[in-house]
Each structure stands twice: as C-alpha cells, then as structure tokens.
C-alpha cells in the first residue's frame, strides 16, 4: 500500500513490492500476516497528523523470514509481534 501524497484516503493506491536490498545489521525480514492501522495512520494519510509520523501502519504480526547475526534467539518462521521502521503494510518488511 502507498501513497503519493497526503490529503485523501483515495491517494492510497496498491503497488507491487520491489526486491529489498540485503539484511543489514541490526534487521529482520518479516513476512507480515497482519498489520495494526489506527487513528494516527488515518491522520497521516490526511496529512492532519503534526509533523512527519512516518509510513502508516508500523505495528505488524508476521513470520521471521530472515534476520542479521546478532539475532541469535530468533530462526526462520519464529511468529512474532512488532513494529516495521519502514512500515509494514507489504508481505515482506
């Protein structure tokens, strides 16, 4: 999901996902299954949210795909909850 611009929930549009780059240290790769969207991201959208609140809908359910060394607690398939800095309204994050 990605918008353009902020203003309309009609500039929201879906977009194929392109390639992410390799994981770097400290990161995660998530394969999202659900992501939590509230009245922040709503504002944010609307462009009614102060200042820069980032992509919209950063809480997220998923499944660990892949993930940097210093991460020796999780392995593949681990479910976990979380928050996506890139935002998490994708299959993968």
């Known amino acids: 999901l990605h918008f353009d611009a902020r203003g309309a929930i009609s500039n929201l549009r879906v977009v194929a996902q392109g390639e992410l780059p ?17 009245f922040r991201d709503v504002l944010n959208v609307l462009g ?8 919209p809908g950063s809480d997220c359910a998923a499944h660990v795909v892949a993930f940097s060394s210093n991460f020796a607690h999780l392995k593949p398939g681990d479910a ?3 928050e996506a800095a890139s935002g998490s309204v994708a299959s993968i994050a």
């Open 22 to 38: 390799a994981i770097e240290l400290p990161q995660v790769e998530l394969h999202v299954r659900a992501v939590g969207l509230n």
């Open 48 to 55: 009614a949210y102060p200042g820069d609140p980032g992509p």
């Open 80 to 82: 976990v909850l979380g």
